[in-house]
T-cell receptor, first 114, second 118 residues
């Protein structure tokens, strides 16, 4: 296993368009997190999945954002009607269940909205 | 809500020297974890070191060690014998453990950009 994989690495889109990002966690990890990192800031939590169930969402996740994790494997994060303020690095992390276990991060998807 | 503050936006150090990065946090929890993550340019974030709040002994990992002052809510990272490969953004993070199945999301500081000069 090569770790957490995210696709695409970079995405440039016009304002108003929809975009979708994909995250493939480490295969045996049942916890999956999405974070957003803007320039000069640390990552901020967006949402959390335990297997296929989305158990927590941040208030940062407006109704233009939707995340899924069908069958508890890969996850997608969709942003509808993108705005310039959505420009950021979107990070995915995964970990095992069962008390504290280390979270492993992907390289992220950098979104630029023009 | 928990907050994490890193007061040093940028730091630099000469190769082979020692540098300390500062972090303070605010929480009303008694049981929690603290972390330092490293994010090299264009590469994924990796865990450097972690500290459980209930442990009084400071964590160490090779050249990396922490000074955990629970009462002061301070958690600094010391890098000894700095190497060029240590050049990266360093993030301090807080995590409250939950019961099985719950989210263990990380709360990050804004980061410190460390440059190791040859």
């Amino acid at each position: 296993d090569t770790g957490v994989s995210q696709d695409p690495r970079h995405k440039i889109t016009k304002r108003g368009q929809n975009v979708t990002f994909r995250c493939d966690p480490i295969s045996e990890h049942n916890r999956l997190y999405w974070y957003r990192q803007t320039l000069g800031q640390g990552p901020e939590f967006l949402t959390y999945f335990q297997n296929e169930a989305q158990l927590e969402k941040s208030r940062l996740l407006s109704d233009r954002f939707s995340a899924e994790r069908p069958k508890g494997s890969f996850s997608t994060l969709e942003i509808q009607r993108t705005e310039q303020g959505d420009s950021a690095m979107y990070l995915c992390a995964s970990s095992l269940e069962g008390g504290y276990t280390e979270a492993f991060f992907g390289q992220g998807t950098r979104l630029t909205v023009v | 809500a928990q907050t994490v503050t890193q007061s040093q936006p940028e730091m630099s150090v000469q190769e082979a020297e020692t540098v300390t990065l500062s972090c303070t946090y605010d929480t009303s929890e008694s049981n929690y974890y603290l972390f330092w993550y490293k994010q090299p340019p264009s590469r994924q974030m990796i865990l450097v070191i972690r500290q459980e709040a209930y442990k009084q002994q400071n964590a160490t990992e090779n050249r990396f060690s922490v000074n955990f002052q629970k009462a002061a809510k301070s958690f600094s990272l010391k890098i000894s014998d700095s190497q060029l490969g240590d050049t990266a953004m360093y993030f301090c993070a807080f995590m409250k453990p939950t019961t099985q199945g719950g989210s263990e999301k990380l709360v990050f500081g804004k980061g410190t950009k460390l440059t190791v000069n040859p």
